[in-house]
């Protein structure tokens, strides 16, 4: 009988033991000062915008944007917070070079699927492409340059809706993000293939 009754409380333990392995396992520690993938989603969507065109079956066109609007710029470091697990200096370090970018520029993040090779050239020099962001009247020349040394992994830790099939680009405007909060900036991607305004 002794034996049983052991064997029953040993049981028991090693039940109790496991449920609260699970429980633990399930639990997880969010990186102080960071934000979770949810909640940096949630910042991230109003502030995306999506235009494509069709040729009958085809599409001549693919395109998202991004606005790094000072609230996705400084959720962007603070969810790369909790991804890298910075230490504190370094997160400090990393949100003032925003502070500083956000003073001086806009960047638009721009996912962009052509078919057609040669109509995907925002960043060269002889684009087909003028790229432009509008508000308060006054119009914004914008340059494009290409992601380069990031993987495809990281591009969408930050930008989800991103596959291999597009080519992502920064585009940065000379006006500062901090002018166009709650203005409904316009970006316009435009050329020979045809036109996409992102009014966010």
């Known amino acids: 009988m002794r034996m049983k009754s052991l064997a029953k409380i040993f049981a028991l333990f090693i039940i109790f033991a496991g449920s609260s392995g699970m429980i633990s396992g399930c639990a997880t520690v969010q990186h102080p000062g960071s934000i979770s993938s949810s909640e940096y989603e949630a910042i991230l969507e109003p502030n995306t915008k999506h235009v494509v065109k069709y040729s009958g079956l085809y599409n001549d066109y693919d395109v998202s944007a991004v606005l790094l609007t000072?609230?996705?710029?400084?959720?962007q470091v603070d969810y790369n917070h909790g991804l890298y697990l910075w230490t504190e200096e370094k997160h400090k370090e990393e949100a003032q070079k925003v502070e500083e970018k956000?003073?001086?520029?806009?960047?638009?993040?721009?996912?962009?699927?052509?078919?057609?090779?040669k109509h995907n050239d925002l960043s060269r020099s002889k684009t087909l492409w003028k790229i432009f962001l509008e508000v308060d009247g006054q119009r914004y020349d914008g340059v494009a340059s290409r992601f380069k040394s990031i993987s495809l992994t990281e591009i969408q830790s930050l930008y989800p809706f991103h596959t291999r099939f597009g080519t992502p680009y920064i585009v940065t405007f000379p006006v500062s993000a901090l002018q166009l909060t709650n203005k409904n900036p316009k970006v316009t991607i435009t050329g020979p293939v045809g036109t996409m305004d992102f009014t966010f």
């Open 70 to 75: 000072p609230e996705v710029a400084r959720s």
């Open 102 to 117: 956000l003073a001086k520029e806009t960047d638009v993040f721009v996912s962009f699927f052509a078919p057609e090779k």
